[in-house]
Structure formats: structure tokens, C-alpha cells
């Protein structure tokens, strides 16, 4: 017996006796047979999903460098694992490391070399009066591996000299050890220190510290400036790296702790000085930001919101977004008017609008009383609010009235009724009283 081919359900040949119930019921036995089995027909589980062993689906695999997969976080800085990665908290501890590292620290005078383990570089002047500098003034950089171990780098100023010695968990140190620098020129040696700048910087392109000295450089060209705070840095440190295919500038102003750095080619052109920002401008940028949340929250409250400056940023625009909003909408009726039936009756007539998006609450609506022969007894604004409460009316001499007889909210916007009194003259009388309609102000 022949089958089908997605199924293998059975098929009835031509040269086969034909037997009706038989024919059915092996059918119906057939795909029965199919059902809930791999290959067949998918039965739904009492959720109304397809049961997971129904499903040819394999289990996920662990992500490497050439495949995907699930990959495992962590907070190490320092695992050299190829699978796994790093979260914001880790990029937060490198961050705040690299921070501290670039900050220029100033000390005082009789300060305790000891003392400094603070990642940093500071600035030591009249060796006599730090205990156990190694020399001259100059420049000390304290750097910091595993916690507890310290090294600090002492670089001189007028002997060019280098020293440096180490700190174990227990806070004893070793002795200052005078490294032997390499010769100038070499490209690879950039602790050598080259002596004062005393030109151009452009002209600096060795590899290598200097030592910026001068008392005053303004009108020293490529000298880094900022206008905001003063035209010229003296005393600081310019660090110059040459890596034969390249150049890089990095100076360090000594008063304010600024940083600078800029890129070149060995051709002698140079790109703008760019200033780091150091952790002094991030705690100017913080306050900044505290200060435009009090004021954006005073402002929300102001308004009938509800903030405070320790919101974060979606939560005032969430406070902005749920301030009590009055909308505002107007137009016209163009003049429409309405006459009384005799010259005893009043006039009235109906005005709707149903061009809104909102609901009103309080309507304004410009109104006009004249006779049928165009003399003017009334004109003027009326208000009336929703629900109406009042009879909103405008007088004249004699008791000549037109007003918002009632009003109410429809869909996209309002109808109103207006009437008028007879027109009532000195003379008695004897007129048709004319009402008109023109602008009119909706508020929600």
C-alpha cells in the first residue's frame, strides 16, 4: 500500500477493493498514530501551547569567541577570561582607578613621604622640609596594584634624577633605589627627564618629561591656555611620548591640578590641546546637575506637580508629563444671528461647536443686541460656565438684556442657548429685537 509523503498516511490503490468503514478507520488509526509525535501532528497542552517535547529544540550553548551563546557577567578588573562579560560596575571601578591616577595632588610642606599612598602625582618642593625624599624637589607619582602594596617614583627637577621603592601589606617600606635612565634619544625610555622648556613646545618631540619652570609664559607659542581662568600656566610637567609613528603632549599644570594633552606627527603638526577633566570638574558637573533638578522640581511644584531635586531624570519628565494641563481652543460664529417673532417677544437662538479635542468647563462668547433696523443697544462678552450654574447676562439702558441662556458640554465641545429681551426704548418701543453671535474662547 502506497503512503503519503509528509504523514505516511495510507492511500487507497486502484486495484484495491474498496471497503468503506475499513478504509476510514484505518485512516483515522493512521493519523491517530501521528499525533504528538515527532515527524507528525503538533497536539496543544492544556495551556494551549505546544509541549516542549514536541519540539525539536535544543538546549542553548555557552557563548565563546567564535560562537554564540549564553554569556556569564562579571565584576573582576582584573580576569583575563575570554567568556565572559564585564558589567558597568566594572567599567565604574576602572574609571574611578584611571581618575585618580591622572589627578595632580599638592601637598604641604613637612608632609611625610610615608604619608602618600594616594594614587597620584604630586608635587614636592624644598626637599628638606618632606621627610625622606630622596633628593631635590621634584615630582613623586604613588601608584597602587593590590591593596596595601604602594610604590612611589621620584623624579628630580634639577639632577633629572629617578628613584623609587615599594610598600608591603604591613606599611614598611623599602629604600629609595636611584634607576639608571637610559640615553636621550631613546625612544623607548619615557621616564627620561630632559631638562627645562624653554621655547616653543612644538619644538618638544622627544621622548621623555620636562619641566616647565618659567614664572610667566604668556606669548610662548602652543603654551595650553584657557581664557576662563587665566592666560598662562607656569610650573607643571610636560610629558612627551614618540612612538615613531606618531606624537603625543601631556602636560600636567601644577595649582589647579589641570591636565592637557594633544597629538601630533613627526612632521611637526600638531592638533589643539585638549584639557582633561579632573575630579574637581566632575564635582562641579554634579552640583550643576543638582542645582538644574532643584530648579526643573521647583519649577514642576510651581505648576502644581509634584518633584523633588533627588528625582532622577525620566521621574521629573514623568512629574512634567503629569502636570494639570488646561487646554485652550476658539473660532467663531461668523455674525450668527436670530430675530424675535414680534416686536414684544425677545430673540433666541442656539450655538454649538463640535470641533474640540477636550471638554470646556468655562465659555466665552462675544453677543450683540440691535433692532431690525441696525441701531445697537448691546455688545459685549459673555461667560458662563459647565456645569451651567447662572444666567450669564449683558445689560443695557432700559433693561435691554441678551445672555447664554443655558449651556452645556457636547461631544467636541459645547451648545448654547441665547436669548435676548424685547428691544425697550424711551420711544415705547415698536422694533424687532436682533441678536448675533461671533468669537468664542473654550477652556478645559
Not at 11 to 30: G, H, Q, S
Not at 67 to 72: P, S, W
Not at 92 to 101: E, F, H, M, P, S
Not at 174 to 201: H, I, K, Y
Amino acid at each position: 500500500m502506497a503512503n503519503t509523503d509528509k504523514l505516511s498516511l495510507p492511500l487507497i490503490e486502484p486495484n484495491m477493493t474498496a471497503d468503506v468503514p475499513r478504509d476510514m478507520n484505518a485512516l483515522a488509526e493512521a493519523v491517530d498514530a501521528r499525533v504528538g509525535v515527532a515527524g507528525g501532528l503538533a497536539v496543544l497542552g492544556a495551556d494551549g501551547k505546544v509541549p516542549a517535547d514536541q519540539l525539536n529544540v535544543k538546549d542553548p550553548v555557552d557563548a565563546s569567541l567564535t560562537q554564540k551563546g549564553i554569556v556569564q557577567l562579571s565584576n573582576a578588573i582584573s580576569d583575563t577570561s575570554q567568556i565572559k562579560a564585564v558589567t558597568p560596575y566594572a567599567l565604574k571601578t576602572v574609571y574611578d582607578l584611571a581618575v585618580a591616577g591622572m589627578r595632580l595632588r599638592n601637598v604641604n610642606n613637612g608632609t611625610n613621604l610615608d604619608t602618600l599612598t594616594q594614587i597620584g602625582v604630586y608635587r614636592i618642593v624644598e626637599k628638606s622640609k618632606f621627610p625622606n625624599a630622596p633628593d631635590d624637589y621634584g615630582i613623586l607619582q604613588v601608584n597602587s596594584d593590590t591593596p596595601g602594596y604602594i610604590t612611589q617614583t621620584f623624579i628630580t627637577v634639577l639632577t633629572a634624577k629617578m628613584y623609587t621603592r615599594g610598600r608591603n601589606e604591613s606599611g614598611a617600606w623599602t629604600g629609595w633605589n636611584e634607576v639608571a635612565l637610559s640615553p636621550v634619544g631613546d625612544v623607548r625610555s619615557p621616564m627620561v627627564f630632559r631638562g627645562q622648556v624653554s621655547g616653543d613646545f612644538n619644538n618638544y618631540n622627544q621622548t621623555g618629561y620636562y619641566i616647565v619652570a618659567s614664572d610667566n609664559w604668556t606669548g610662548v607659542a602652543n603654551f595650553p591656555r584657557d581664557n576662563t581662568i587665566g592666560n598662562a600656566y607656569p610650573y607643571g610637567v610636560l610629558e612627551v611620548i614618540n612612538s615613531g609613528q606618531g606624537l603625543n603632549q601631556l602636560y600636567r599644570q601644577h595649582s589647579d591640578s589641570r591636565v592637557w594633552t594633544r597629538g601630533g606627527y613627526n612632521n611637526g603638526s600638531w592638533a589643539g590641546w585638549k584639557r582633561l577633566l579632573t575630579t574637581d570638574d566632575y564635582d562641579t558637573l554634579f552640583q550643576l546637575s543638582v542645582d538644574t533638578k532643584g530648579q526643573v522640581a521647583t519649577a514642576i511644584n510651581g505648576k502644581g506637580g509634584n518633584a523633588n531635586s533627588s528625582m532622577t531624570g525620566a521621574q521629573l519628565a514623568a512629574a512634567i508629563l503629569g502636570l494639570p494641563v488646561k487646554r485652550f481652543a476658539k473660532g467663531t460664529f461668523n455674525g450668527q444671528s436670530a430675530s424675535s417673532s414680534s416686536t414684544t417677544t425677545g430673540a433666541s437662538m442656539n450655538v454649538g461647536v463640535n470641533t474640540m479635542n477636550f471638554s470646556p468647563t468655562r465659555v466665552f462668547i462675544r453677543l450683540r443686541l440691535k433692532d431690525s433696523y441696525g441701531n445697537l443697544y448691546i455688545e459685549g462678552i459673555a461667560m458662563a460656565g459647565i456645569p451651567y450654574d447662572n444666567d450669564v447676562t449683558l445689560y443695557g439702558r432700559f433693561q435691554n438684556r441678551v445672555s447664554i441662556y443655558s449651556i452645556s458640554q457636547s461631544p467636541g465641545g459645547f451648545t448654547a442657548t441665547i436669548n435676548s429681551t424685547e428691544i425697550r426704548d424711551y420711544a415705547g418701543g415698536g422694533s424687532i429685537a436682533v441678536i448675533e453671535a461671533f468669537e468664542w474662547f473654550a477652556y478645559e
